[in-house]
């Protein structure tokens, strides 16, 4: 029979060894319930370029409904977006979140302010939120720097709404797309 402590993720093969924090190793050891995640439970984060598929994105080999563009960064719609108009503002070159390498969120912040000012103009939201999350115990799921540019409406307020997981059909990012697309 299977118990608690059966369960427990072993250290994975070729992974740094965790003995050097023995408070979080010693967690481990009373089973999963009380194990707290740390960092290096986590796989790598991909870093190659190639991989990427943001990088593929900005080489036009992946399609995506881009909706701004300058010399640093694009914006195009997040293909899960959780609110009507939702959408991405990335650096060109490949970085991996705002807070590693080089900066990049001084090099994008004027496609940021551009996008959401657009958004705003375009589709008349009633609020908005910009946020970015570095690292996957932050909810980072891709890991080449993006800046999440969400309009808000009133019938979905605050941030127990904001994060909103309803798979959208292709006509309705195509709608939102053409009317932030079209010329003033
Ligand atoms: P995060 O979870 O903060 O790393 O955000 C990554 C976002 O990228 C998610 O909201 C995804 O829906 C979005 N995403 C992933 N692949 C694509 C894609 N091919 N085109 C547009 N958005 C994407
Ligand atoms: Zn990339």
Redesign the pocket.
Known sequence: MKTGKDRVKPDKPGKPDRQDKPDKQGKRDKGERDHVPVLSDLEPEQASPEDC??CR?VAGE????QVYADDHAVA???????HRG?T?VIPRRHVVDLVAGEPSLPEIAPAVDAVARMLNERLAPDGMNI???AGRV??????HA?V?VIPRYADQPGFTHLVNPVEVPDGELDSVWRQISAAP
């Open positions: 598929i943001f994105i992946l399609p995506s409904r195009f719609l997040d293909i899960n977006a959780w939702h991405l946020l970015s999350s932050a909810g980072q799921t891709v890991f993006h999440h």
